[in-house]
């Protein structure tokens, strides 16, 4: 319930406040959320199979997101540009899909 | 086989990422490690950084999507600006164009009362009038034919949509050359008129006539005398077209016109002559 009510304070605060995004920071932003997307199914997934720990749970989210925003940072700078971001897109997403089915396979028993 | 010799751990396990990917073990192995070591709740981060960090990910999610919306405008805005600068340049040109034309009207009524003083004056002015003829520097009016062609269908999606319908610049080029040849005495595509030194050349996928880029269908004019028409429908030109109407489902249409009209050439430069600068 209570990580419930964090994701939806969260989601109210940035309607509220309005934040603007700096130029620099824009373009690591949707990678972030594709990776903060990734924990959170991973954690919900844990969750559901009792196996949830707070700690890995923290790490893991923020080492996600730092690791995607860094590889989007190094292919800027490598010159490469979208594609390692279509790499990490690719990978977590093929990650959040799996997970995703567990927890369908687990809710559902299909 | 060596896998099966040692199961436990195999010399490429730090690389199989899409192995991993596809089994069943999805989640972070961290869960796992963490339930096994089975520690007592150790409550360090505990709910209060799991509450954080959903937080923290509903904001980025909430921001992102603003962002978006706040710049789908942003970009609609600036398409239109765009647009309206094309139009407004179009309007601009088409007015320099308009005042050129006065301006050289005005110049050509000048000189003709200048030479009319004098008979070498006269003569000169015939040599003119007959020389500026050729050089499409004046306009001209009078019965003639216009040929039409445009790109046939793309043939068919199982070749992969080739592109052997289209028109291409050496197939105006043909068209040209065939009307030139066929005697016509002026000729001017999609209403611009061509001189005897006007390029039909192509720029990617345009049609570029003295630089210019035309848009599909070509409407090629051409004036001429009554023959004009049966002099090209017995061309080489012709039945270049006929051909590839038929092979290819490319439009050729040919029209007799009873009036005719084509422009003055745009782009008049002077290639040898050069202006005096003193006397």
Known sequence: MIPLIG????????????????????????????????????????????????????????????????????????GVGSQLSTGVVVVLGIRIFSNVAAIRRRLFRA | ??????????????????????????????????????????????????????????????????????????????????????HDRTAQT?????????????TERARTAALARSAAGQRARQDLARVADAAAATERTGRGITVTVDDGRPAGDDMGGTDLGRVYDQDLQILVNGLWEAGAVAIGVNGQRLTSTTAIRAAGDAILVDYRPLTPPYKVTALGGDGLRDAFAASAAEQHFRTLRDQFGMRFDVHKEHAARLPAAVALRLHYAQEATHR
């Open chain 2, 1 to 86: 086989m060596p896998e099966e010799e040692q199961p436990k751990r195999r010399p490429d396990a730090s690389m199989s990422l899409l192995a991993d990917l596809f089994a069943e073990d999805a989640l972070d192995p961290g869960y796992a490690r963490a339930a096994t070591t089975n520690r007592p709740t150790r409550r360090g981060v505990g709910a209060v950084g799991v509450f954080a960090m959903l937080a923290l990910a509903g904001l980025l999610v909430a921001v992102a999507g603003l962002q978006v919306r706040r710049h789908e405008p942003a970009a609609v805005k600036e398409r239109q600006r765009l647009i309206a600068e094309i």
């Open chain 2, 94 to 106: 088409d007015e320099l164009q308009r005042r050129m034309e006065a301006v050289r009207a005005q």
């Open chain 1, 7 to 78: 994701l939806v304070i969260g989601v109210g605060l940035g309607f509220v406040l309005h934040p603007t995004v700096p130029l620099w920071l824009q373009p690591y932003l949707p990678i972030a959320i594709v990776a903060a997307l990734d924990a959170m199914f991973g954690g919900l997934r844990a969750k559901l199979e009792g196996i949830f720990d707070d700690r890995v749970f923290v790490v893991s989210f923020v080492s996600n997101t730092i690791v995607a925003a860094l590889i989007v940072f190094l292919g800027d700078q490598l």
